[in-house]
């Protein structure tokens, strides 16, 4: 018997050695797939063609593995790509999608379908990163710490990452095993086709809940990170020199608790907002763009429908509430996430630092989450109370909401919220509304989808002191349907095609019809990856009960429209996009729009895309004051430059320079009375303006979350009322009367 056993025996523990050493070797990340525990780890390779979605066997070989070690989630891809198939390389900053073959990974770390993050890589080195929260909704401003590499050889091309553990909140173990969901693609620019694991794209209704459900070894792994940053800082205009010094803190014991801690947040405006002029009653919503406010922030993401949110952090360190316009500094701010196998909870806390404006003091606002979800198989329900406090206004803002996802079967998704809020302010009688909202999408067959909707926001709901919300008094219903045909064959010119009808119903509290119109739809996907989509879209009239601002309504006649979209193929060195539309506004004034968006590709390392949006109406309404409002003939034109150049790896330059100019000739000028408009013989002025921004930035990376930035930012205004200035007297004129005017250094080192 004793030479058996040394044919059992050793082998065996030879294999359990092999198996420890591929556990205990170092991976690293140069994109080549050699170390040992990709052999041992679990290997994905069923892709299939989701774009167009046929489902057929890919024309190129993709396999990912998928290791897990107690450092990270480990992803490997090899990519097969002969000569045969053009290879697309065209570097990006970061979150702006290449026009370059990539993949993506999508993965849900709870395996729950409620939330899950984005990240891909370019064959250029690019990479973009989401979290993803509604099933399909992407939120770009969140970047998360994780590692990637590239490598490629004469037949494939091949990707490495690594995910740390603490990259988001994770719920506990079973029997040392956690479950994930997975989403796997990738994308070859040349022939436009996309392929996945699982086999649905990207406009699949419940995205998230219908991934690849894998189990792997439960890590836990603790972060400490102190992520200090410089930004120095010198206001050209005003001869102000100014420095900050600011600090993010981090801190997870384990993957399942996570604390974060700021003091004095990255205000340095190295990424800036896109320039907006509105002359409507709803507010300009701008994203969140500082880092403390986007880490870990998936779990206070709560929606409640039409665009509102529940939590805006914007808010944090806006512009005061007594004073001149700019922002105010926030002292400290505060979160704190845990989660457990089920449950989920975060407190959220802020507090600005009072601000002094000549002789005008205003008092910093304060502003408080709590956050909890409770799990179950098919059941995900929420509670958050916020409250904000206003000293300067002797305003206290209080909201709650009950938030739910019911998954009943695959393929069908209900989400819904209750709530209301409360405002207490000195010489005001206090008052209260309420929400209420309800979707659900449902994929009922692979060539019909649905989306039914409503949603219910009382008068006196108030929202905006610490959310959004585009309107309150309104109640809406809305349906749509999508019906695809996947595939027309390969002698056809059409690779995909799909018919799209919407009805859309909203009305104030009152009864009174705010938007009543259909959209029908019909989009043409061709072989040569070019897209042309038709949209008709037939309005009635309607209360216009927003224009005057509280100083009565006005009814108007539906504003029919025509839209034509067309996304050109990547050919060559360019790629072009376009879009027009036809409609009606006003007074059954005739207006077109055409935006035209050129990217040209001078070489793998430089960049430049044009945006240019032209519009001529004939019967503008705008608000003039009080009850009183004017028409107009407007003549405006939208321009948005940018220029992207990577001279060596980690190093990038980036020029953007925003132009808007409008010219607005005089018609006529009206009273609201009685819900009609009423012609009076107001003088009435010509009016133009312009605005410029411009910002060259260079940035160098050293590694994740290490960056040094230099920028340089300038902007004009101008105005006149004259409204026949051309757009280049207005463009030399925005670009004379200079409004800021800044050059900025900024360091960020994490530790």
């Known amino acids: ?255 399942q608790h996570q604390l974060s801690l700021a003091l004095q947040p990255d205000f340095g405006q190295v990424e800036s907002d896109d320039l907006v002029v509105n002359f409507n009653a709803i507010e300009t919503f701008f994203s969140e763009k500082r880092p403390f406010f986007t880490e870990n922030q998936a779990l206070f993401d709560v929606p409640v429908g039409n665009g509102a949110l529940l939590i805006n952090t914007r808010r944090i360190g806006a512009a005061p509430d007594a004073g001149s316009a700019g922002v105010s500094d926030v002292d400290v701010a505060a979160k704190y996430t845990g989660s457990s196998n089920r449950m989920d909870w975060g407190v959220l806390l802020a507090d600005e630092a009072d601000t002094l404006s000549g002789t005008t003091a205003a008092s910093g606002r304060s502003f408080h989450v709590l956050r909890g979800r409770w799990r179950s198989d098919q059941v995900d329900t929420g509670y958050t109370l916020t409250h904000v406090d206003r000293p300067s206004l002797a305003r206290e803002s209080w909201v709650q909401v009950v938030d739910s996802q019911w998954k009943p079967v695959e393929g069908l998704v209900i989400r819904g919220a209750l709530g209301n809020s409360r405002i207490e302010q000195a010489g005001s009688t206090d008052r209260q509304g309420g929400l209420a909202w309800i979707r659900a999408d449902w994929a009922q067959s692979e060539r019909l989808r649905q989306e039914y909707e409503f949603n219910r926001y009382s008068r006196d709901l108030q929202l905006n002191d610490f959310g959004y919300l585009p309107r309150a008094d309104l109640e809406q219903y809305r349906a749509e349907w999508t019906w695809y045909t996947r595939s027309h064959g390969a002698d056809s010119a059409l690779r995909n095609s799909a018919w799209e009808l919407e009805l859309l119903w909203q009305q104030n509290t009152a009864g009174q019809r705010v938007l009543g119109d259909a959209e029908l739809s019909h989009l043409w996907h061709f072989q040569s990856n070019d897209a042309l989509k038709l949209m008709l879209v037939p309005q009635l009239d309607f209360v216009d009960d927003l224009i005057t601002r509280g100083h009565g309504y006005v009814t108007l006649p539906g504003n029919h429209a025509v839209g034509l979209e067309y996304e050109g193929r990547h050919a060559g060195w360019t790629q072009f996009n376009a879009e027009l539309w036809v409609y009606r506004e006003g007074l059954r004034g005739r207006v077109w729009e055409l935006y035209l968006e050129p990217t040209f590709f001078l070489s793998e390392k430089l960049t430049t895309t044009l945006g240019l949006d032209v519009l001529d109406s004939s019967n503008w309404l705008i608000w003039d004051g009080d009850d009183r409002l004017a028409t107009y003939a407007r003549r405006k034109l939208e321009l ?112």
């Open 640 to 751: 948005d430059w940018t220029l992207n150049w990577f001279p060596a790896p980690k190093h990038e330059i980036r020029l953007r320079t925003q132009f808007v100019g409008l010219s607005a000739d005089a018609q006529q000028t009206w009273r609201a009375v009685a819900g009609q408009l009423v012609s009076d013989e107001r003088e009435l002025r010509d009016f133009s303006l312009g605005h410029l921004a411009a910002q060259l930035r260079y940035r160098y990376e050293f590694g994740p979350q290490r960056e040094l930035y230099l920028v340089f930012s300038r902007g004009g205004e101008f105005e006149d009322d004259a409204g026949e200035n051309g757009y280049d007297r207005l463009f030399d004129l925005s670009r004379a009367n200079v409004t800021a005017s800044q050059v900025m250094a900024k360091l960020r080192w994490a530790f």
């Open 1 to 255: 018997m004793r030479p058996f056993l040394p044919r059992i025996v050793l082998p065996a523990l030879g294999a359990l050695l092999f198996v420890a050493h591929a556990q205990a070797e170092p991976m690293t990340l140069d994109g080549r797939l050699v170390e040992a525990a990709w052999d041992q780890a679990v290997r994905l390779e069923d892709f299939v063609t989701v774009m167009p979605l046929t489902r057929e066997m890919p024309e190129v070989r993709t396999q990912a593995w998928v290791p897990a070690k107690e450092e990270g989630l480990y992803f490997g891809f090899r990519c097969e790509q002969p000569a045969s198939v053009p290879r697309t390389r065209h570097p990006t900053t970061r979150d702006v999608q290449a026009r370059a073959d990539r993949l993506n990974v999508m993965i849900d770390f709870d395996g729950r379908g409620v939330t899950a993050y984005e990240l891909t890589v370019s064959l250029s080195g690019g990479i973009q990163d989401a979290q993803i929260t509604g099933q399909n909704q992407y939120n770009y401003d969140w970047d998360g710490r994780w590692e990637y590499a590239v490598a490629e050889d004469s037949e494939s091309w091949s990707v490495e990452m690594r995910l740390p553990w603490s990259l988001a909140a994770q719920s506990g173990a079973v029997e040392g095993q956690r479950q994930i969901g997975l989403y796997l693609s990738r994308f070859v620019e040349a022939t436009g086709r996309r392929y996945s694991i699982p086999g649905y794209d990207f406009e699949h209704p419940t995205f998230v809940a219908d991934m690849r459900k894998l189990s792997i070894p439960a890590f836990s792994q603790g972060r400490w990170s102190v992520v200090p940053y410089l930004a120095i800082s010198d206001d050209r205009l005003n001869a102000q020199q100014e420095t900050r010094i600011g600090a993010d803190l981090f801190w997870s014991p384990n993957s």
